[in-house]
């Protein structure tokens, strides 16, 4: 009888096999008609998974907010405190769009409309001043003169028609700008914040179920310790980007620069993503100041803005990020680099926070195999 319940198993692990064999083969054998389903089924939850996200943005917020509604002196603010605070958090955020929509995305859209209009202007200036500089010059070098040439005969303009700027941008929001879809979003979003405590238990119920105790204490501490990190890094990130771009904005609009609305939000957006954004988006500001403003303004541009971005690496960023991602430079660009070749900008912006926490998975995992064999060699 046991032999024969063996040799049943074994039949039944190799007609799994060739099931999923066959399974997989017809799936690659129809991969188009397999990847219309796949997209089909993210098209249809992709409200939801945006509800999630954004819950998981406010979730912190929601908390702080109903710890305070929690100290009232009023029964029934302090019984009602969660929906006080959900209700208070939305407000804020819509207050928040508002002031973006109303008032900051107006004057960097007139920037960026005006920077396309004078494109040309700017690039056929920019081809005049190298031709009179003297022969002597080291940009008169074979190979910048190869790449001046190379550059001449571009047709700037068919990159940056604004009607087709617009169209890319038009098309992009209202992928992800559906009435209904942002509907849903926010009904899943209020419904997941109001019910947190809930999901939470179940899902921990779940995961003590199927695991042992042991791999579930794990699960639960690094669960919690990885939501730390990228929930603290997000939001820190956000609201410095949010100083700096102001900063910025103020100093290059003093210094007269052109467009500085557009590069001050330019260096705040780069600047969410450490070491190379800032890098990058000041990289970017310095030629278009050049163009713009000629080499003194540049100059100037870029020694302010470099004094305001130590400001806010030496002080500011520390005070809002804490210490909780001190990680070694070094491993912070091989991680931006890593995340930004697969997965581009988002990749770029979460490889910081990943690799904190790939980091602490990996110490705890060492520090663990070192202290096993100490214990060994102790018994020993």
Same mark, same amino acid.
């Given at each position: 009888?046991?032999?024969?319940?063996?040799?049943?198993?074994?039949?039944?692990?190799?007609?799994?096999?060739?099931?999923?064999?066959?399974?997989?083969?017809?799936?690659?054998?129809?991969?188009?008609?397999?990847?219309?389903?796949?997209?089909?089924? @993210?098209?249809?939850?992709?409200?939801? !998974?945006?509800?999630?996200?954004?819950?998981?943005?406010?979730?912190?917020?929601?908390?702080?907010?109903?710890?305070?509604?929690?100290?009232?002196?009023?029964? @029934?603010?302090?019984?009602?405190?969660?929906?006080?605070?959900?209700?208070?958090?939305?407000?804020?955020?819509?207050?928040?769009?508002?002031?973006?929509?109303?008032?900051? #995305?107006?004057?960097?859209?007139?920037?960026?409309?005006?920077?396309?209009?004078?494109?040309?202007?700017?690039?056929?200036?920019?081809?005049? =001043?190298?031709?009179?500089?003297?022969?002597?010059?080291?940009?008169?070098?074979?190979?910048?003169?190869?790449?001046?040439?190379?550059?001449?005969?571009?047709?700037?303009?068919?990159? @940056?028609?604004?009607?087709?700027?617009?169209?890319?941008?038009?098309?992009?929001?209202?992928?992800?700008?559906?009435?209904?879809?942002?509907?849903?979003?926010?009904?899943?979003?209020?419904?997941?914040?109001?019910?947190?405590?809930?999901?939470?238990?179940?899902?921990?119920?779940?995961?003590?179920?199927?695991?042992?105790?042991?791999?579930?204490?794990?699960?639960?501490?690094?669960?919690?310790?990885?939501?730390?990190?990228?929930?603290?890094?997000?939001?820190?990130?956000?609201?410095?980007?949010?100083?700096?771009?102001?900063?910025?904005?103020?100093?290059?609009?003093?210094?007269?620069?052109?467009?500085?609305?557009?590069?001050?939000?330019?260096?705040? !957006?780069?600047?969410?993503?450490?070491?190379?954004?800032?890098?990058?988006?000041?990289?970017?500001?310095?030629?278009?100041?050049?163009?713009?403003?000629?080499?003194?303004?540049?100059?100037?541009? #870029?020694?302010?803005?470099?004094? #305001?971005?130590?400001?806010?690496?030496?002080?500011?960023?520390?005070?809002?990020?804490?210490?909780?991602? =001190?990680?070694?430079?070094?491993?912070?660009?091989?991680?931006?680099?890593?995340?930004?070749?697969?997965?581009?900008?988002?990749?770029?912006?979460?490889?910081?926070?990943?690799?904190?926490?790939?980091?602490?998975?990996?110490?705890?995992?060492?520090?663990?195999?070192?202290?096993?064999?100490?214990?060994?060699?102790?018994?020993?």
């Amino acid at each position: 009888m046991k032999g024969f319940k063996e040799q049943g198993r074994k039949w039944l692990y190799w007609f799994m096999l060739g099931v999923a064999i066959i399974v997989v083969y017809k799936a690659l054998d129809n991969f188009p008609d397999v990847m219309h389903v796949v997209t089909k089924f @993210f098209d249809i939850v992709a409200p939801f !998974l945006a509800g999630i996200f954004i819950s998981y943005l406010l979730y912190m917020p929601c908390r702080k907010m109903e710890a305070f509604y929690k100290r009232s002196k009023l029964r @029934f603010v302090r019984r009602k405190a969660r929906t006080f605070s959900i209700l208070t958090v939305y407000v804020i955020v819509m207050l928040l769009l508002i002031i973006l929509i109303r008032f900051i #995305l107006p004057v960097v859209f007139e920037s960026v409309v005006d920077l396309i209009n004078n494109i040309q202007t700017y690039y056929e200036i920019t081809i005049n =001043k190298y031709h009179d500089l003297p022969n002597d010059n080291i940009l008169k070098s074979d190979m910048v003169n190869d790449v001046m040439r190379t550059i001449q005969n571009i047709d700037i303009k068919q990159y @940056f028609k604004l009607d087709k700027i617009m169209a890319y941008v038009v098309s992009a929001i209202s992928a992800v700008t559906g009435l209904f879809d942002v509907f849903v979003a926010v009904i899943v979003s209020i419904y997941i914040l109001a019910e947190r405590a809930q999901i939470l238990a179940f899902l921990k119920k779940v995961t003590e179920a199927i695991f042992k105790e042991r791999t579930y204490k794990n699960i639960d501490k690094y669960f919690n310790h990885s939501n730390e990190i990228f929930f603290k890094f997000i939001a820190s990130q956000f609201l410095d980007a949010i100083i700096v771009g102001i900063m910025v904005t103020i100093a290059m609009t003093i210094m007269g620069v052109k467009y500085a609305p557009l590069l001050g939000f330019l260096i705040g !957006l780069f600047n969410m993503i450490p070491y190379i954004g800032a890098i990058i988006a000041v990289v970017l500001s310095a030629i278009i100041t050049l163009i713009t403003g000629g080499l003194s303004q540049t100059i100037w541009m #870029l020694l302010v803005v470099i004094v #305001l971005q130590q400001i806010d690496a030496n002080i500011i960023n520390p005070k809002i990020i804490g210490q909780s991602l =001190k990680i070694s430079p070094l491993l912070v660009i091989f991680s931006i680099t890593v995340g930004g070749a697969y997965f581009g900008i988002v990749g770029m912006f979460l490889a910081v926070p990943a690799i904190a926490v790939i980091r602490i998975l990996i110490e705890d995992y060492i520090n663990y195999k070192i202290s096993s064999k100490k214990k060994e060699n102790d018994q020993l």
